[in-house]
């Protein structure tokens, strides 16, 4: 089960208490104070691992605590530190205090172990104690609590490449032929209810990761349909693909600005990502692409290099703008047209996003 958004209990060890101890050996009368410290706490960590990629454990498992310290022996020995705890999240998982709302830690990196609760302090066992005034002093320190923190953990997954698009306009399809993925497919609206991640190789030494985000729908940015539940993961991904369905029965003007509307209500800072759109399901039109080209006239885009026959438009200067799309590229999953040109187109994007 897909699970992106859980609220846990974490808590640090406590501090072991400090022993009172006195030496008892033979010959020797009323020895002096020889207690050990208490141990240290143990720690909660956060492991960032590439292998997870949700967060489905943490609904059966609320409480997370690392071991307390154990208390100091005589002989000065100390007592052995509390194990620190690792907790395992998938790479993309924020870390926010309940309370404040704050953002306390954001987790990108396979393989990152960052400390988030230090335990408690051990106590100071009565050898610490002894003075010229107080030979054998009968106390010693408790060990100091550890911390206990609630807090939501949001996963954000990490991709190169978000598809926007309606629901069955064929995205899953997409992914399904350009990468590894295999999310559920059918004809009908909402297949995929959850993201997908695949990766897309590109000749024999490069690759990029896509998303398959859930379809979109008009308010999606107000929480209608599936709303922000996952249009918050597209916000990590370096370049949008808009994927709009030539046989649809909403017109491509439409179904562009709807979801503009939709992302650009959702986050400016997204809205604002490079981004490029194919016309999938291409094998299902007639031969007449006057409403393709009419969408591509209207919205004013100076596309400077043209295919009619293979319906590619690339935008020579994408680097320098982010206000009309890298390229426009009719597609065909089924008969896959065009599919590794629009890997390259891709993958070319990303290098200059």
């Known amino acids: 089960m897909f699970v992106d958004s859980v609220e846990i209990l974490v808590s640090s060890g406590k501090g072991g208490e400090g022993a009172v101890s006195f030496r008892r050996e033979k010959y020797v009368i009323n020895g002096g104070p020889d207690g050990g410290d208490g141990g240290k706490g143990g720690d909660i960590y956060f492991k960032v691992d590439r292998n997870s990629d949700t967060l489905s454990y943490f609904r059966g498992h609320k409480h997370f605590r690392a071991k307390n310290g154990k208390p100091g022996l005589g002989r000065n020995k100390s007592g052995k530190q509390g194990e620190s705890l690792d907790i395992i999240v998938p790479p993309g998982t924020q870390i926010f205090d309940i309370d404040s709302g704050e953002l306390l830690l954001d987790l990108l990196n396979d ?34 609590p550890g911390i206990e ?30 990468s590894n993925a295999k999310p559920e497919i059918a004809n009908y609206e909402f297949t995929t209810l959850i993201p997908s991640l695949g990766i897309v190789e590109v000749g024999d030494y490069k690759s990029f990761v896509i998303a ?12 209608k349909g599936l709303g922000i539940e996952f249009l918050k993961h597209v916000e990590r991904t370096q370049f949008l693909l808009f994927v709009l369905d030539v046989s649809n029965y909403r017109e491509l003007k439409i179904q562009f600005e709807s979801l503009k509307k939709e992302v650009n209500n959702f986050s400016q800072t997204l809205s604002n990502r490079q981004y490029g759109i194919v016309f999938s399901k ?9 409403h393709i080209e009419s969408f591509i006239k209207e919205f004013g885009y100076k596309l400077k290099r043209s295919d009619k026959n293979n319906l590619c438009y690339i935008n020579d200067d994408y680097v320098k703008s982010k206000e009309i799309p890298n390229f426009i590229l009719g597609i065909s999953s089924l008969e896959k047209t065009n599919l590794d040109e629009l890997k390259f187109l891709l993958f070319d994007c990303i290098k200059n996003a």
């Open 111 to 144: 393989g990152d172990r960052v400390l988030f609760l230090k335990g408690g302090k051990g106590g100071l066992g009565n050898t610490h104690f002894k003075s010229s005034t107080n030979q054998h002093p009968t106390y010693s320190q408790k060990g100091m």
């Open 149 to 178: 923190k609630k807090i939501k953990l949001e996963l954000k997954m990490i991709a190169n490449v978000g598809l926007i698009g309606f629901p069955n306009v064929g995205k899953s399809t997409l992914v399904s032929v350009l």
């Open 212 to 223: 398959d985000i859930p379809g979109i729908i008009e308010g999606a940015s107000s929480g």
């Open 282 to 290: 291409m094998d299902t039109k007639e031969n007449d692409n006057s």
